[in-house]
Every structure is written in structure tokens, then in C-alpha cells.
T-cell receptor, first 113, second 113 residues
Framework: DGGITQSPKYLFRKEGQNVTLSCEQN?????MYWYRQDPGQGLRLIYY???????QKGDIAEGYSVSREKKESFPLTVTSAQKNPTAFYLC????????????FGPGTRLTVT | KNQVEQSPQSLIILEGKNCTLQ??????????LRWYKQDTGRGPVSLTI?????NTKSNGRYTATLDADTKQSSLHITASQLSDSASYIC????????????FGPGTSLSVIP
């Protein structure tokens, strides 16, 4: 999975709880991304970060938050405000913007009941 | 609205046979197009990437073509193997201040013995 790790592989939470998904990369990439994948749909961008201490909202940022305190780490918090949090979450990184190939982590499947 | 469409939605072929997957896009201005392979429950892995000036690119048994005039791409798989069973995702980048990436919904390929 190209030097990107996501943990855990499976995560279960009760409705109303915040949960943080981990994403770490050792590729020395500047840009990192979080996507959400639902059955039958293309990946949708939640947040992205091009440099440390800076990040931008993607297409579906509501109910999510991120931080980028270190180049290699880009954790995603799914808050209780996210109405349909159950999904497969993918983290990716690229050297410098999307002109370069994105490398994806193995994903975290979050189930909220 | 920039979109990426893929066809067919799913495909079943016999081991050893060839197949072609289609991708149509309306993304403009165009930056690049990539094909990814995603095994079930895993992150996508890049197969090919093509810029505007490239019209074909191969990666082993995978050959991608691009017609930037008609905004169509295809992924041809030769002599399919059971391990080719996966979802194949077409991804098109829109050239903006940072290239925005738009994912197609994917084609689910099943190779059966």
C-alpha cells in the first residue's frame, strides 16, 4: 500500500461518539487527502492538505475535521454531526498536488450503530 | 458539471479472455487521466497515468488509451487472470490552482475459471 498506513482496519462506534481515524505516510509526500467511498459511488474528497499546518475542505467536509501538525500524519475525526458516517475511508498522499500519482492506504471501514 | 462515467457497471469474463472497460468524462480543463485497480477492502493502486499528449500507455497486460478530443478513455485487459477480479476506477484531474481529482464510480470485474 505504498508506505501509507491506516489504522484500525475496522472500527465500530455508537451513534453520537466522535472517532478519529489514523493515517501515516513515510513517503515524504507533501500532500495528503481523505476520501470517503460508498457502494456504487466514486471516491469523494473530504479534506486535503498540501503542506503542514494547512488544510482545505473537500466536497463533503461537513461533520469531519482534520489536523496536519506533522508532514507524515493526517488524522481524520468523524464527529457526531456527520449524519451518515458508516463508510469506507481512504487516506492518500502525493508528492506535490494531484499531477503526481496518489498513493492510497489500505482503508478503514467505519461502522456506526 | 465535471463528471466521470464508467461502463459497464460490472462485467464477468472467463479466465484467459480479453476485456475493455470504458471511461467518459466531461472534465475541463483537463490535466491527466489515471486508471486504478482496487481489490475488495483495499486501497486503489495506480495502473496508468496519461496526460493530454499521450494516447496510449501500457502496464503489463493492461493498456489504457485516451482520446482527449472525444473525452474518452479505455482500459484493455489482455489474457485475464483470476487476480484481475477487482474494481477498476477511472480518475480525471481538472486543472485548477491545484489539480482537482474526480473519481468515476468504477467497473467491477469478475474473472471466473
Amino acid at each position: 500500500d505504498g508506505g501509507i498506513t491506516q489504522s484500525p482496519k475496522y472500527l465500530f462506534r455508537k451513534e453520537g461518539q466522535n472517532v478519529t481515524l489514523s493515517c501515516e505516510q513515510n513517503l515524504n509526500h507533501d500532500a495528503m487527502y481523505w476520501y470517503r467511498q460508498d457502494p456504487g459511488q466514486g471516491l469523494r474528497l473530504i479534506y486535503y492538505s498540501q503542506i503542514v499546518n494547512d488544510f482545505q475542505k473537500g466536497d463533503i467536509a461537513e461533520g469531519y475535521s482534520v489536523s496536519r501538525e506533522k508532514k507524515e500524519s493526517f488524522p481524520l475525526t468523524v464527529t457526531s454531526a456527520q449524519k451518515n458516517p458508516t463508510a469506507f475511508y481512504l487516506c492518500a498522499s502525493s508528492m506535490d498536488g494531484s499531477i503526481y500519482e496518489q498513493y492510497f492506504g489500505p482503508g478503514t471501514r467505519l461502522t456506526v450503530t | 458539471k465535471n463528471q466521470v462515467e464508467q461502463s459497464p457497471q460490472s462485467l464477468i469474463i472467463l479466465e484467459g479472455k480479453n476485456c475493455t472497460l470504458q471511461c467518459n468524462y466531461t472534465v475541463s480543463p483537463f490535466s491527466n487521466l489515471r486508471w486504478y485497480k482496487q481489490d475488495t477492502g483495499r486501497g486503489p493502486v495506480s495502473l496508468t497515468i496519461m496526460t493530454f499528449s499521450e494516447n496510449t500507455k501500457s502496464n503489463g497486460r493492461y493498456t489504457a488509451t485516451l482520446d482527449a478530443d472525444t473525452k474518452q478513455s479505455s482500459l484493455h485487459i489482455t489474457a485475464s487472470q483470476l487476480s484481475d477480479s477487482a474494481s477498476y476506477i477511472c480518475v480525471v484531474s481538472e486543472r485548477t490552482s491545484y489539480d482537482k481529482v474526480i473519481f468515476g464510480p468504477g467497473t467491477s470485474l469478475s474473472v471466473i475459471p
